[in-house]
């Protein structure tokens, strides 16, 4: 399912590189521990999460991210956004809760990360 | 030798207790760097992150320390080495979900218990050796 896709259902404004909203993610992951986000390190994938500063966003590069969705309305700290900006990985913020997001996609064909 | 280097290569990057606002980025540095040397992709991931978490952990728990790295022909040898409180029982340390992480370090995300066993499960070799109440270190050898 391709980022554009996954913004629309989630109804989430994209604030940071919208240039990449082709990029195709074949898996997604919900957590608000970062070191879940290291350990079930898969490609291509999502992180939906709570957390809103930086760290969020170099666990995501060296876990290979593409794409972080923020939870209910969560809007990620500049810093946050500016290192998103330089490493090109997409932010988007969606009002649902964790829950609500993660259905919502689910239910549109997004599996989550598979038993490792 | 191998057309990458007649040379070792190394580095170090200087930790900061408590200091969060740059958490992460010796790993993220070292990972630019390993992917610009033509390291494996594969190599490059187990290393950064085994990287970023031995570095979160100087950051939470200790007070300073240094990440140092060698580059040889056949390894990459990452050594993160803090001046902190140290570790009572290594064992128990080691367990999948064990955790002491101070609350404000739970709020940030981090305290699941999951940094150590990620580092070994990243490594092909796995030291840690501490002394309470001067400091940890950790050295993981990935073979390339
Ligand atoms: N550098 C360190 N100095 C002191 N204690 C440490 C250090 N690294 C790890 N520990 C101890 O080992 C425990 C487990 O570490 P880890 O597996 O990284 O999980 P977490 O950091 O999520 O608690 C920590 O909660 C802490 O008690
Ligand atoms: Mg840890």
């Keep these: 399912m391709i980022l554009g896709k996954i913004s629309e259902i989630l109804e989430a404004a994209v604030v940071t590189n919208p240039g990449n909203l082709d990029k195709d993610i074949k898996w997604a992951f919900s957590t608000d521990l970062l070191s879940n986000v290291l350990f079930y390190f898969i490609p291509d ?7 809103i500063h930086p760290q969020v966003v170099r666990a995501a590069e060296v876990a290979n991210i593409d794409g972080i969705v923020f939870v209910q309305g969560k809007k990620p700290e500049a810093e946050t956004i500016a ?3 330089e490493k090109k990985i997409t932010l988007l913020v969606t009002p649902f809760c964790m829950y609500t997001a993660s259905g919502k996609l689910y239910q549109a064909g997004l599996e989550g990360f598979p038993e490792l | 030798m191998s057309a990458r280097s007649n040379v070792p290569i190394e580095g170090s990057f200087q ?3 408590g200091k969060f606002d740059k958490a992460g980025e010796a790993s993220t540095s070292l990972k ?3 992917t610009e040397m033509g390291l494996n992709v594969e ?3 187990r290393a950064s992150i085994a990287t970023f978490e031995a570095e979160i952990n100087v950051i939470i728990y200790a007070a300073a320390g240094w990440l140092r790295y060698y580059i040889t022909d056949d390894t990459l040898r990452i050594v993160i080495e803090d001046m902190g409180p ?3 029982n290594i064992e128990l340390a080691m367990q999948e979900g064990y955790s002491t992480a101070p609350e404000w370090a739970r709020a940030m995300g ?3 218990g999951m940094g150590l066993p990620n580092m070994k499960k990243n490594s092909d ?3 840690i050796d501490s002394v309470v109440g001067e400091g940890t270190t950790v050295e993981m050898i990935i073979n390339l």
């Design chain 1, 45 to 51: 994938s999502l992180l939906l999460t709570g957390l």
């Design chain 1, 83 to 85: 290192l998103a900006n």
């Design chain 2, 15 to 17: 930790l900061i207790g």
């Design chain 2, 32 to 34: 630019k760097k390993l």
């Design chain 2, 43 to 45: 190599i490059v991931r």
């Design chain 2, 86 to 88: 140290g570790i009572e």
């Design chain 2, 110 to 112: 981090w305290g699941a």
């Design chain 2, 125 to 127: 070799k796995f030291k």
